[in-house]
């Protein structure tokens, strides 16, 4: 009998009726370490809203959450969600403390010298402000002389340093940033006006903008528009092809597009999960 995770066997059940059609776990070549353990294991920060957090009674909650059920039940295994920060994502995969760090991640010549990645999903970085504010950000360089908060380690952390040099050739001021461990915490940021605008993955802009009521907005400029997928070590074809293989599975029975439109987020589906181990691999479909 499949082992199920207790805390979240409840989205597990939901995902069931919203699939359109049955998966057998012989379709998906099971990597070795799951095959022996029955588990799925995957690191994940859940403080990341609307891919993963914790919902008002402490349950796991959100894209991801309801993607890996449905990847895990393809498998009949059971999953494990190891509560991770975002920054000690790659180089636990690298430790070997955990084979999947199921995140939205955008693929840099950097991370793909020690992990690849399996797409899932498409997004950009947008900039979301107080509604009063939202007239200060214009021309073509919005953020120049602002200050945001950016998550550790996240692209758009990595994005203010071009967005500087935009700048500073163009004579404006420079972007302030700071830095934080959780998105609520950026979140609360703007709302007490200690910073000008949070600067996140468009998709959770979306997101919080819906679930702040509209005390955030989002702005219109996008940028760094790319795939986004999980990471897993540059040594482990087995969980790549496993992990490629289940989400496949997970696309064809409907759970995927389900999932990003019970969340408001169909419009960055992708066609199908690919494996990218070097830039030239990415895709714009």
């Known amino acids: 009998m499949k082992k199920t995770n207790k805390l979240i066997a409840p989205v597990a ?60 039940d393809a498998m009949n295994v059971e999953l494990e969600i190891q509560r991770t920060p975002f920054p000690s994502m790659i180089p636990g995969l690298a430790a070997g403390r955990f084979s999947v760090a199921w995140e939205t991640f955008s693929a840099t010549p950097e991370r793909l010298e020690q992990v690849d990645f399996v797409m899932f999903l498409k997004a950009g970085v947008a ?12 021309g073509d360089y919005p953020l120049c002389g602002k200050s945001v908060g950016v998550s550790a380690g996240s692209l758009a952390d990595f994005l203010v340093e071009k967005l500087n040099a935009e700048c500073t050739a ?4 420079v972007v302030e940033k700071s830095v934080f461990n959780t998105s609520s915490d950026i979140v609360q940021a703007v709302l007490s006006g200690r910073i000008d605008a949070r600067l996140d993955d468009a998709t959770a802009s979306s997101f919080f903008e819906i679930e702040s009521k509209g005390k955030l907005v989002v702005l219109p400029t996008l940028y760094e528009v790319s795939p986004l997928g999980m ?55």
């Open 127 to 138: 900039a979301s402000t107080l509604p009063a504010k939202v007239e200060e950000f214009s």
């Open 231 to 285: 990471a897993i070590a540059k040594d482990d074809p087995d969980t790549a092809n496993m992990m490629q293989e289940a989400l496949a599975a997970v696309f064809e029975n409907g759970t995927y597009k389900a999932v990003l439109d019970k969340f408001g987020m169909g419009a960055y589906a992708i066609n199908e999960p690919y494996l990218v181990s070097a830039m030239d691999d990415l895709r714009q479909d």
């Open 170 to 173: 163009n004579s404006l001021d």
């Open 13 to 72: 059940g939901a995902l069931l009726a919203l699939s359109t059609g049955s998966v057998s776990a012989a379709d998906i070549t099971v990597s070795p370490d799951v095959a022996e353990s029955g588990v799925l294991t995957i690191a994940n920060t859940l403080d990341y809203a609307p891919f993963e957090y914790l919902d008002e009674k402490g349950a796991q909650a959100g894209i991801i959450v309801e993607l890996a059920n449905a990847v895990a």
